[in-house]
C-alpha cells in the first residue's frame, strides 16, 4: 500500500494550497480517509476525514478547509483557502478500513508534504 501526497508549497497568509493524496495497492472505496498536520515541536492532529458517511473537520480549520475523495481515481484532497500561518505543519493523509478516527489509529500513511505559511 502507498499513500502519495503532494501539494504542499510555501505561501503568504490567505492564499490557498490544494493537496492531494493519491493510493495504491489497496481497495480506496472500502477506505475512511485523513488528514493530519504536525507542526514544529507538536503532536501531529487529525485536520480533516472523510467516508462514505460524511466529513468532520477540526474546529481550527472549519469553514477554511474542505476534505473531498475521488473513488475513481483513488485519490483524497485537501482544498485549503484563507491560510494562516498557524496552518504551518507537515500534512499527512492517512487510511483506516471502514471508518475514520479522529485520532492517530490508521492503517496506512503518506510520507507527508510540507506546507509553509508566511505572514
Known amino acids: 500500500v502507498q499513500l502519495q501526497a503532494s501539494g504542499g508549497g510555501l505561501v503568504q497568509a490567505g492564499s490557498s494550497l490544494r493537496l492531494s493524496c493519491a493510493a495504491s495497492?489497496?481497495?480506496?472505496?472500502?477506505?475512511?480517509m485523513g488528514w493530519f498536520r504536525q507542526a514544529p515541536g507538536k503532536e501531529r492532529v487529525v485536520v480533516a476525514t472523510i467516508n462514505w458517511s460524511g466529513t468532520y473537520y477540526a474546529d481550527s480549520v472549519k469553514g477554511r478547509f474542505t476534505i473531498s475523495r475521488d473513488n475513481a481515481k483513488n485519490t483524497v484532497y485537501l482544498q485549503m483557502n484563507s491560510l494562516k500561518p498557524e496552518d504551518t505543519a507537515i500534512y499527512y493523509c492517512a487510511a483506516r478500513l471502514n471508518s475514520v478516527r479522529a485520532t492517530n489509529e490508521y492503517d496506512f500513511w503518506g510520507q507527508g508534504t510540507q506546507v509553509t505559511v508566511s505572514s
Open positions: 495497492g489497496l481497495t480506496f472505496s472500502s477506505y475512511g
